[in-house]
């Protein structure tokens, strides 16, 4: 004989032959909700630790170094990673607190330190995003975004000009592109350039580096070699680019120098590739072409390290101390005689000066240079 049927959750009394799911059910509901109920309290507990765990590691405060150098390393490192993460609101007003000059024609800014000019792969903040912002602030809510007449690396600071229309930044750019603009940078070298002034004139290809970090590198492409002790002429590559830099030590120690470096080119890396490959000198924080065949922090003499106070554990902390300290832009539209624009190098930039015993030039070291001067000519 079939016994009854009665709901899942129920019991069968053996013997009874009553149902007691209802009251399996009813009694079965307090335990039910005071566990449930027991689960959320642990689940809001757990947030709330994870939540306060995750607000001491980004309040926690790393231990402040002593020494002032590595002090200022570690808040340049800070500044880099805070400008991918700042408002755009909040770095169109930095820029503009550093604008070098401006016109009916031309805004010039003075480009921070580790601010991309253009968007990329892992990059989430770059000049280009702001211009829009940076136009409003200038000239009101209805302004024109503002154009870029060049562009400078990321690691590179200085003089960058922008163009309120866009017919005036395709004639700045026609400048660059036929040579017209006098280029000069400020760069400090880890070794002193023998002789002391002149121009390195060879081409540059960009080649694969083999090895553990396959990447790619700008390198020398040279027309002559030497074979056996006599001069002979290389095989040169098809994708080479005519590259020409004029320099001149403006100062110098045993270990390093102040360079000005006019580029008369205008190829990719062309400053770093011709100091490191070229005479032997990398600027200093180059970690890129330091070495050839690797990606590593750049080296250091023993006495470098001693005169800026740091380990070479701390490498690779070190910013690349290349300046675009001048431009001398031709008469242009309205304006009938050229002008020259000058910005006084960064703060890490002048401190490393010092550390390393190296004078700048005695037109700047006025105190009443301040950065960004103008001089119009």
Same mark, same amino acid.
């Given at each position: 004989?079939?016994?009854?049927?009665?709901?899942?959750?129920?019991?069968?009394?053996?013997?009874?032959?009553?149902c007691?799911?209802?009251?399996?059910?009813? #009694?079965?509901?307090?335990?039910?909700?005071?566990?449930?109920?027991?689960? =959320?309290?642990?689940?809001?507990?757990?947030?709330?630790?994870?939540?306060?765990?995750?607000?001491?590691?980004?309040?926690?405060?790393?231990? !402040?170094?002593?020494?002032?150098?590595?002090?200022?390393?570690?808040?340049?490192?800070?500044?880099?990673?805070?400008?991918?993460?700042?408002?755009?609101?909040v770095?169109?007003?930095?820029?503009?607190?550093?604008? !070098?000059?401006?016109?009916?024609?031309?805004?010039?800014?003075?480009?921070?330190?580790?601010?991309?000019?253009?968007?990329?792969?892992?990059?989430?903040?770059?000049?280009?995003?702001?211009?829009?912002?940076?136009?409003?602030?200038?000239?009101?809510?209805?302004?024109?975004?503002?154009?870029?007449?060049?562009?400078?690396?990321?690691?590179?600071?200085?003089?960058?000009?922008?163009?309120?229309?866009?017919?005036?930044?395709?004639?700045?750019?026609?400048?660059?592109?036929?040579?017209?603009?006098?280029?000069?940078?400020?760069?400090?070298?880890?070794?002193v350039?023998?002789?002391?002034?002149?121009?390195?004139?060879?081409?540059?290809?960009?080649?694969?580096?083999?090895?553990?970090?396959?990447?790619?590198?700008? =390198?020398?492409?040279?027309?002559?070699?030497?074979?056996n002790?006599?001069?002979?002429?290389?095989?040169?590559?098809?994708?080479?680019?005519? #590259?020409?830099?004029?320099?001149?030590?403006?100062?110098?120690?045993?270990?390093?120098?102040?360079?000005?470096?006019?580029?008369?080119?205008?190829?990719?890396?062309?400053?770093?590739?011709?100091?490191?490959?070229?005479?032997?000198?990398?600027?200093?924080?180059?970690?890129?072409?330091?070495?050839?065949?690797k990606?590593?922090?750049?080296k250091?003499?023993?006495?470098?390290?001693?005169?800026?106070?740091?380990k070479?554990?701390?490498?690779?902390?070190i910013?690349?101390?290349?300046? #675009?300290?001048?431009?001398?832009?031709?008469?242009?539209?309205?304006?009938?005689?050229?002008?020259?624009?000058?910005?006084?190098?960064?703060?890490?930039?002048?401190?490393?000066l010092?550390?390393?015993?190296?004078?700048?030039?005695?037109?700047?070291?006025?105190?009443?240079?301040?950065?960004?001067?103008?001089?119009?000519?």
């Amino acid at each position: 004989m079939a016994a009854p049927s009665c709901n899942a959750l129920g019991l069968w009394v053996r013997g009874s032959g009553q149902c007691l799911g209802s009251r399996f059910i009813l #009694a079965c509901q307090p335990f039910c909700s005071s566990a449930a109920a027991s689960g =959320t309290l642990n689940a809001q507990r757990l947030a709330e630790k994870l939540r306060s765990q995750k607000q001491e590691q980004k309040t926690r405060k790393q231990p !402040v170094p002593t020494n002032p150098v590595q002090r200022r390393v570690q808040e340049l490192v800070r500044f880099t990673q805070q400008l991918q993460r700042v408002h755009p609101n909040v770095l169109a007003k930095a820029l503009s607190r550093g604008i !070098v000059h401006q016109d009916k024609d031309l805004v010039v800014i003075n480009k921070p330190y580790g601010l991309p000019v253009h968007g990329g792969p892992g990059v989430q903040l770059c000049i280009s995003d702001v211009l829009p912002i940076l136009a409003k602030m200038l000239r009101g809510h209805k302004a024109e975004p503002l154009h870029l007449c060049h562009r400078l690396d990321k690691e590179t600071t200085g003089v960058m000009v922008l163009a309120w229309e866009k017919e005036m930044a395709h004639q700045v750019q026609e400048l660059f592109r036929t040579r017209q603009v006098v280029k000069k940078y400020w760069a400090i070298a880890v070794r002193v350039p023998v002789p002391s002034a002149g121009v390195v004139d060879i081409p540059i290809v960009e080649k694969e580096v083999q090895g553990p970090q396959q990447h790619y590198k700008m =390198t020398l492409s040279p027309g002559y070699r030497m074979d056996n002790g006599k001069m002979v002429r290389a095989r040169t590559s098809r994708n080479a680019h005519v #590259a020409v830099t004029q320099y001149q030590v403006l100062s110098s120690t045993l270990s390093s120098a102040l360079l000005e470096l006019q580029p008369i080119t205008g190829i990719k890396h062309q400053l770093r590739v011709h100091l490191s490959f070229g005479l032997d000198c990398p600027i200093l924080g180059d970690h890129k072409y330091s070495d050839w065949n690797k990606l590593a922090p750049q080296k250091l003499s023993v006495g470098t390290l001693k005169k800026l106070g740091l380990k070479q554990a701390k490498a690779r902390h070190i910013p690349l101390h290349l300046h #675009a300290r001048q431009l001398v832009l031709p008469a242009l539209g309205s304006r009938k005689e050229e002008l020259n624009l000058v910005c006084k190098p960064p703060r890490y930039f002048l401190c490393s000066l010092r550390r390393l015993d190296l004078r700048m030039p005695s037109q700047d070291q006025s105190g009443d240079d301040e950065a960004g001067h103008l001089r119009a000519q």
